[in-house]
T-cell receptor
Framework: AQSVAQPEDQVNVAEGNPLTVKCTYS??????LFWYVQYPNRGLQFLLK??????LVKGSYGFEAEFNKSQTSFHLKKPSALVSDSALYFC???????????FGKGTTLSVSS | GAVVSQHPSWVICKSGTSVKIECRSL??????MFWYRQFPKQSLMLMAT?????????EQGVEKDKFLINHASLTLSTLTVTSAHPEDSSFYIC??????????FGSGTQLSVL
């Protein structure tokens, strides 16, 4: 069965420092991997996705993620965090293009000034 | 980019009443709609998948008679929560898939049942 794990409920970083939000997945075949951000009482905003190709994916707002097949991971990163990055981040996976996404439980990112 | 309009964004209703949530794809045809539910501080859980003109496919544990999904056109899908109860209070989000199999999310609907 397909699944996604986000091992951290919360990540705290200081503004200007690099941030990492972890995600590991389990899916048969080649995964389609996504990161979304959610602000309070709002829908999901797409950040980036990995389908195939280069393992390092660059997305919106300066975020990037690295696909690591051997570790089945897709960690979200940003070199320099902003206070405005504080939000709830979801990693998601699907096993086929356009199928429903399976979401991780989410990680709250808190960036302090 | 493609836009999915979901409304209402917030609704409060009395227990026992029904609530309809609409999800529209504004500039593309949505061949498939996914409906998710999110409890506070929890992940999004897939409720059902609907293809235009077909009956929705519900995930295990989701009552199809309670959560009625209609996908009558390529630009509109609706989720009706029938005889709502406080335990149905949740955040509901739709996701539309276009013909290029890209996914787009609505802004969500916060349902509060008193």
């Amino acid at each position: 069965a397909q699944s996604v794990a986000q091992p951290e409920d919360q990540v705290n970083v200081a503004e200007g420092n690099p941030l990492t939000v972890k995600c590991t997945y389990s899916v048969s075949g080649n995964p389609y991997l996504f990161w979304y951000v959610q602000y309070p009482n709002r829908g999901l905003q797409f950040l980036l996705k990995y389908i195939t190709g280069d393992n390092l994916v660059k997305g919106s707002y300066g975020f990037e993620a690295e696909f690591n097949k051997s570790q089945t991971s897709f960690h979200l990163k940003k070199p320099s965090a902003l206070v405005s990055d504080s939000a709830l981040y979801f990693c998601a996976v699907s096993y086929q293009a356009g199928t429903a996404l399976i979401f991780g439980k989410g990680t709250t990112l808190s960036v302090s000034s | 980019g493609a836009v999915v309009s979901q409304h209402p964004s917030w609704v409060i209703c009395k227990s026992g009443t029904s609530v309809k949530i609409e999800c529209r794809s504004l500039d593309f045809q949505a061949t498939t709609m996914f409906w998710y539910r999110q409890f506070p501080k929890q992940s999004l859980m897939l409720m059902a998948t609907s293809n235009e003109g077909s009956k929705a496919t519900y995930e295990q544990g989701v009552e199809k008679d309670k959560f009625l999904i209609n996908h009558a056109s390529l630009t509109l899908s609706t989720l009706t929560v029938t005889s709502a109860h406080p335990e149905d209070s949740s955040f509901y989000i739709c996701s539309a898939r276009d013909r290029e199999v890209k996914l787009f999310f609505g802004s969500g609907t916060q349902l509060s049942v008193l």
